[in-house]
Nanobody, 123 residues
């Protein structure tokens, strides 16, 4: 399985970005998909995840109400719409495919990772 993340960039505080993650080489629709981020000098942290059918989505408290995760199984793609961005959202964002279909915020429950896309939010 290969995951290709894109859509990162530089944005001012209060702005929006939409990240995409395209999957190839596997059975995309059967697995949990998630987004994590890692800021400089910090550990990788959970952002959001969705079940294989997209019927259940879970968000970290820090992004709830501002970020929205969706998936298009026909396109093997998952999206992260990020609104009202803050400087503390600055990080490299990684998409990941889970080992199974169920929601999880633990990195150990994901076995395929994209290369990451950098999001920088200026104040």
């Amino acid at each position: 399985v290969q995951l290709q993340a894109s859509g990162g960039g530089l944005v001012q505080a209060g702005g929006s970005l939409r990240l995409s993650c395209a999957a190839s080489g596997g059975t995309f629709s059967r697995y949990l998909m998630g987004w994590f981020r890692q800021a400089p000098g910090k550990e990788r942290e959970f952002v959001s995840s969705t079940t294989w059918g997209g019927d259940s989505t879970y968000y970290a408290t820090s992004v709830k109400g501002r970020f929205a995760l969706s998936r298009d199984n026909a396109k093997n793609t998952v999206y992260l719409q990020m609104n009202s961005l803050k400087p503390e959202d600055t990080a490299v964002y990684y998409c990941a495919q889970g080992k199974g279909p169920f929601i999880s915020s633990r990195t150990s429950d994901y076995n395929y990772w994209g290369q990451g896309t950098l999001v920088t939010v200026s104040s």
